[in-house]
């Protein structure tokens, strides 16, 4: 326990990764999220993707959504990008951090992005290169890296051989994405323990999807290991396109709502991100799975 | 880590704490549910409760309910019982096994059954002697023991000492109740710790919800400590009488899936266990909350 840290970055995705999962979202209505989400003492938002409409027609409104943010100065706002092509128009809406993905299941990048990871990896490199010419930072996902939906396992050397060249390449900090919440506390352990023999320095992100019930588990097995930065859903916003109906990214709340218990700072006002959270269900038009977010926190007590 | 047990027993209670949160289900669903718990490997199930139809009338077919189970040999089904009255009933139906409760939160306990807490344990004290008299066991459950939904805090010391005090009157096992959810990591420590200082040798079992998402970080910090004893019910089943919406139990399938993660035993086969989970989805005509019943365990591959 001893490792534990005394603070932790929150990154919400739910802008991102949790609408990318969910029916399509009005612009407004996105604008709306990521502004509320700014008010709640996180500092760093994950807001768009730049992805072709064709592959992803939730995120076809980037360029507006980005346009129309109250973008606050303690903030890091984020985007996704896909490539090369991304990353400019990322860079030329005026985004200083950026984010790119590899899968490391073979199958998986393949299908998604018709390239082998290595292929991907090199197309990477040039958009690190790109995004620090530009005075931004970038940030390499390494997704499936807990397992993959159409492989099973991946083996974790080879997650973390990915994950170092992209640390080599300059990347200024990798994320290992469960992709599809194939992790498992032993597995967290595996795979940070590895990579860290590979790259010791590195700054290392974890994003855990709840899919099979482990993401809090998961968040306390790499908080002991030292994890400093996770990310997060609001209300558990998004999904996973290969079970439909299962849970998408852990909720920001209930992971606020972790720390808070386990003594890790994390700066978030948890009654306020629970407004957002109530703005989020309102937003989707469903109930989110967030627990904390039915419940209230154990503070809420019946009258 | 050293202390992970090799395996541990879960004790599947949807068909007690988990349908008397649930709009009423047949009798004949109640027994084929219990009856196909029955076939999963799970060696121990809360079958029903002996309690007044007019406080939980989910439960009024208890009898019959009990009559009609196919009753395995190698399976200890118990029963929940209120009182001395509630205690004879189940011990002349043939239970073996009963459980009492005293909560830890006086309001909790006067609102509930209109005593002090120290009222039941004198009351909790004789029906210990009448199973025992009668050759069963008799688990004393200490509810609100991470929390209050009236109060909030309920002091670990109170809590312990409560235990303790069962334990010494005959109490077979202690099993402390996360009645509505609030738990957490350091408050199991700091529980379990308390308790095995008063008594050290008594058999401990812990009964999560999952009701703020804390529920799988709990059964591992609890792991950690060596606890080999465990509650779930299946599917989820369940809900919480102080927020509407609300999950209940740990789900068995979570719990046994996070277990086959960490190498421990649980004798329980998932994928049959999932079966029954989608019976029981069927049997209370809603969309349980377990993730892994959605999403199925990292085994099950896409297509």
Chains 1, 2 share one sequence.
Not at 116 to 132: M, N, P, R
Request: hydrophobic letters at 40%; glycine letters at 10%; charged letters at 25%.
């Amino acid at each position: 326990m001893s490792d534990v840290p005394a603070r932790v970055v929150l990154r919400d995705v739910g802008p991102r990764d949790g609408l990318q999962n969910e029916p399509p979202v009005a612009t407004d209505g996105k604008v709306r999220l990521i502004d509320a989400l700014g008010t709640t003492g996180l500092t760093e938002i994950e807001a768009v993707s730049y992805v072709h409409p064709r592959a992803i027609p939730q995120m076809a409104d980037a360029a507006e959504v980005w346009g129309a943010v109250d973008r606050r100065p303690e903030i890091r706002y984020s985007a996704l990008v896909p490539n090369l092509v991304g990353a400019h128009r990322a860079l030329d809406a005026g985004f200083t951090d950026i984010e790119v993905v590899v899968s490391a299941s073979a199958t998986h990048n393949l299908r998604n992005i018709n390239r082998s990871s290595e292929e991907s990896l090199d197309a990477i490199a040039e958009v690190i290169e790109v995004a620090h010419a530009a005075g931004a930072s970038c940030q390499v996902i390494v997704a499936t890296a807990f397992g993959c939906p159409y492989e099973g396992e991946v083996p974790e050397d080879l997650v973390a051989s990915y994950a170092a060249r992209a640390h080599r390449d300059g990347a200024d900090s990798i994320c290992f994405g469960d992709t599809t919440g194939m992790g498992s506390p032993p597995r967290v352990r595996r795979l940070v323990g590895r990579f860290r023999e590979q790259a010791p320095e590195a700054t290392l992100a974890l994003h855990f999807h709840d899919t099979r019930g482990t993401g809090m588990a998961n968040l306390v097995a790499a908080l002991e290991l030292g994890v400093e930065r996770f990310d997060a859903s609001v209300g558990g916003l998004g999904g996973c396109p290969y079970a439909p109906g299962a849970s998408g990214n852990i909720a920001t709340e209930e992971a606020v709502y972790l720390l808070d218990e386990l003594g890790v700072e994390t700066g978030v006002d948890l009654d306020r991100l629970l407004e957002v959270a109530d703005l989020a269900q309102r937003l989707v038009g469903r109930e989110l799975p967030s627990r904390v977010l039915k419940a209230g926190p154990r503070t809420r007590l019946a009258v």
